[in-house]
Antibody, heavy 117, light 111 residues
Framework: QVQLVESGGGVVQPGRSLRLSCAASGLSFSGYAMHWVRQAPGKGLEWVAVISFDGNNKYYTDSVKGRFTISRDNSKSTLYLQMSSLRVEDTAVYYC??????????WGQGTLVTVSS | QSVLTQPPSASGTPGQRVTISCSGSSSNIGSNTVNWYQQLPGTAPKLLIYSNNQRPSGVPDRFSGSKSGTSASLAISGLQSEDEGDYYCAAWDDSLNAFVIFGGGTKLTVL
C-alpha cells in the first residue's frame, strides 16, 4: 500500500520550534524530489519547500526562508521539515508530497500545526 | 493572493458538464504544464490531471484538462454528487519568488 504518513504536528507557542516528519512506504522515495505544501484553516494550498532526490538542492517560499529547513534521510525513506521561529500565520495543515515530473503524484494525509499563545 | 486565478465557486446538477478556469502568466502556465488536484471534504489533495491533459490511472475519463497560452481549464462531464469538493490548478513558476504556484481553489457544488 502506497503511503506518505506525516507526524509531528501539534500546538506550539509563537517563536518556538517544531519538526515534522513524513515516512514513505510502498513507493519509491530515494529517486524523487519531495515537497512540503501547507493549507491554512479554510484556505487554499501553498507550496512551502522542496528538496532534490539526493538532498543537495533545497528551495523555500519567501515567507519561511531562514526559519524552515527541509531535509531527508533516504536510508529511512523519511522527509523532514524543521520549523523554527514559528508565527501565528504558520498555522496550517502540512502535507508532504512526492514530485513526479513537474506534478505531485502522491500526498500524505497531513499533520496540523497550530501556533498560538 | 494566488498567482493563478480561479473562480471561487462553480456548480451544476447531476449529469451536467461544468468547467473551471485557471488563469496565469508567461512565467507559469505560459511556460510550464498545468496540473489539477481534487480535494474532497476532509481529505488530502489528490492528483486529478497532470501535464495539461493527462489522467492518472484510476481517474475517470469524465475529467479532462486543456491549456491554451496562459490559461487552462478543467472540464467535468456527467457530474456526480461525489465530485463535490475543491479543485486546484497548479503550475511550476519560473520567477524567483516561488517554485510551484497554486490557484486559489474552486469549490464545486453538485445541486
Amino acid at each position: 500500500q502506497v503511503q506518505l504518513v506525516e507526524s509531528g504536528g501539534g500546538v506550539v507557542q509563537p517563536g518556538r520550534s517544531l519538526r515534522l516528519s513524513c515516512a514513505a512506504s510502498g513507493l519509491s522515495f530515494s529517486g524523487y524530489a519531495m515537497h512540503w505544501v501547507r493549507q491554512a484553516p479554510g484556505k487554499g494550498l501553498e507550496w512551502v519547500a522542496v528538496i532534490s532526490f539526493d538532498g543537495n538542492n533545497k528551495y523555500y517560499t519567501d515567507s519561511v526562508k531562514g526559519r524552515f529547513t527541509i531535509s531527508r534521510d533516504n536510508s529511512k525513506s523519511t522527509l523532514y521539515l524543521q520549523m523554527s521561529s514559528l508565527r501565528v500565520e504558520d498555522t496550517a495543515v502540512y502535507y508532504c508530497a512526492r514530485e513526479g515530473f513537474l506534478y505531485f503524484d502522491y500526498w500524505g494525509q497531513g499533520t496540523l500545526v497550530t501556533v498560538s499563545s | 493572493q494566488s498567482v493563478l486565478t480561479q473562480p471561487p465557486s462553480a456548480s451544476g446538477t447531476p449529469g451536467q458538464r461544468v468547467t473551471i478556469s485557471c488563469s496565469g502568466s508567461s512565467s507559469n502556465i505560459g511556460s510550464n504544464t498545468v496540473n489539477w488536484y481534487q480535494q474532497l471534504p476532509g481529505t488530502a489533495p489528490k492528483l486529478l490531471i497532470y501535464s495539461n491533459n493527462q489522467r492518472p490511472s484510476g481517474v475517470p475519463d469524465r475529467f479532462s484538462g486543456s491549456k491554451s497560452g496562459t490559461s487552462a481549464s478543467l472540464a467535468i462531464s456527467g457530474l456526480q454528487s461525489e465530485d463535490e469538493g475543491d479543485y486546484y490548478c497548479a503550475a511550476w513558476d519560473d520567477s524567483l519568488n516561488a517554485f510551484v504556484i497554486f490557484g486559489g481553489g474552486t469549490k464545486l457544488t453538485v445541486l
